[in-house]
C-alpha cells in the first residue's frame, strides 16, 4: 500500500468520524433533552467500497449516561 493511498483513507476515515459526530450531535439537539436524557440509541454505520466487494458494519450503542 502506497504512501498516498494511506494518506487518503486516513483523509476518508478523518472525515467520516467528524461529520458523523457532527450528525449525531445535531439529531441530539433537534429532539431535545426530554427525548434523550439518560437514554441510550442503537447505532450502526457501514462502510461500502466499490470495486473492492467490502461493506463493513459496525453495530454500538451511543448513551448518555455511565455504563
Known amino acids: 500500500m502506497s504512501e498516498d493511498f494511506n494518506m ?3 483523509k476518508f476515515l478523518k472525515q467520516v468520524g467528524v461529520t458523523s459526530q457532527q450528525a449525531i450531535e ?3 439537539r433537534e ?3 426530554e427525548k434523550t436524557a439518560g437514554k441510550s ?3 450502526t454505520m457501514v462502510l461500502r ?3 473492492l466487494d467490502l461493506e463493513h458494519r459496525i453495530d454500538g450503542t ?3 449516561r455511565a455504563e
Do not use: H, K, V
Open 31 to 33: 429532539a431535545g433533552p
Open 26 to 28: 445535531e439529531a441530539l
Open 49 to 51: 467500497i466499490e470495486g
Open 8 to 10: 487518503s483513507m486516513r
Open 41 to 43: 440509541f442503537q447505532a
Open 62 to 64: 451511543i448513551t448518555d
